[in-house]
């Protein structure tokens, strides 16, 4: 359901050819030669959960073999990733960015949310959310969870302040979509919290984990809570970050042109309405642009 609005053509069995590429994620990555004579692409979304969900990659002779292997293409979604697989000596990186759902992008915010909250998610550094909050009282935590995607949206555009307690093996979402809703962000400086360019934030928001004890973010978030203008103003460049995805994926060596678009999204809807689930432009996809009254449907695999 999750993929449903990018409109997958589904396949039971293909044969893979040496002009397929198979996209991995970093914690399948040491199964790469199972998919030749594909080539095969790693796409490193969280680097420090590889190594904790595989045992296999903890092998050294593994990664030795992973990172030597120069036919094997490696994706970096945060420069966080980039400097861990430059110190692999992986000689070529590609990156390619995931990006913030365009819910939450279309909509501009004019100043810092209304509500004196600080908003959370307690699923990420549920334990030191739980502890800090716990230590400062008069501060009104509001937990993002249990919420669908519009659910989400608002509760962003209501918090004042957004704290992140997760130690980031790749770019979260929630801070950036709190930011683009109209949050001030505070994120924890571990993983890729710690890289200006996957968080263009000033150091000011970033905080270590004696911040947290030390009483110095909680003296921030109240500042940010009591005068949040001045601290929404300098956070523009996290708040205007716009997606790159389809530039990234040409650049690291995998298009999809448009009409390659057209037919696949012709695959699904046929030549009916568009649905507003479709993740495509108007332009693209072919139900918007003829108008059709009935919906297709998807095709079984041959």
């Known amino acids: 359901m999750a993929y449903d609005k990018y409109c997958p053509v589904p396949a039971e069995r293909f044969a893979l050819t040496s002009d397929h590429l198979v ?26 959960n590889a190594f904790h969900e595989r045992a296999a990659l903890l092998n050294e002779k593994v990664r030795l073999e992973l990172f030597a292997d120069r ?11 980039r400097e861990f697989l430059r110190r692999q000596g992986v000689p070529e990186i590609a990156m390619l960015s995931d990006h913030v759902d365009d819910q939450f992008t279309t909509w501009q915010p004019e100043g810092p949310g209304p509500d004196a909250v ?14 800090f909050f716990a230590r400062h009282p008069d501060l009104t935590p509001r937990p993002i969870t249990g919420l669908d995607r519009r659910g989400v949206w608002a509760a962003f555009r209501r918090a004042r302040v957004y704290v992140d307690f997760s130690h980031f093996p790749g770019r979260e979402f929630m801070p ?11 994120v924890r400086n571990r993983g890729a919290a710690q890289f200006y360019d996957d968080y263009p ?17 909680y003296a921030r978030v109240s500042a940010a809570l009591a005068e949040p203008e001045s601290h929404w103003l300098v956070q523009e460049s996290l708040r205007q970050e ?36 479709c993740a495509m432009k108007r332009s693209t996809c072919p139900s918007a642009i003829s108008g059709g009254t009935r919906m297709g449907r998807v095709p079984s695999a041959r």
């Open 71 to 81: 036919g094997l293409r490696h994706w970096a979604p945060t420069f966080y990733a």
């Open 118 to 131: 600080v908003a959370y998610n307690p699923r990420k550094g549920g334990e030191l959310a739980a502890a």
């Open 242 to 277: 716009r997606s790159v995805g389809g530039r990234d994926v040409r650049a690291a060596g995998g298009s999809i042109g448009g009409a390659a678009q057209r037919r696949a999204c012709a695959k699904i809807h046929g030549s009916g309405p568009r649905p507003s689930h």
């Open 201 to 217: 934030l000033p150091d000011a928001y970033r905080f270590t984990d004696a911040a947290l004890e030390d009483g110095s973010l």
């Open 23 to 48: 996209v991995l994620p970093e914690v399948l990555a040491h199964l790469h030669r199972a998919y030749a004579p594909a080539q095969a692409a790693v796409w490193w979304l969280s680097v420090d």
């Open 176 to 186: 950036r979509e709190a930011a683009a809703s109209g949050a001030v962000i505070f």
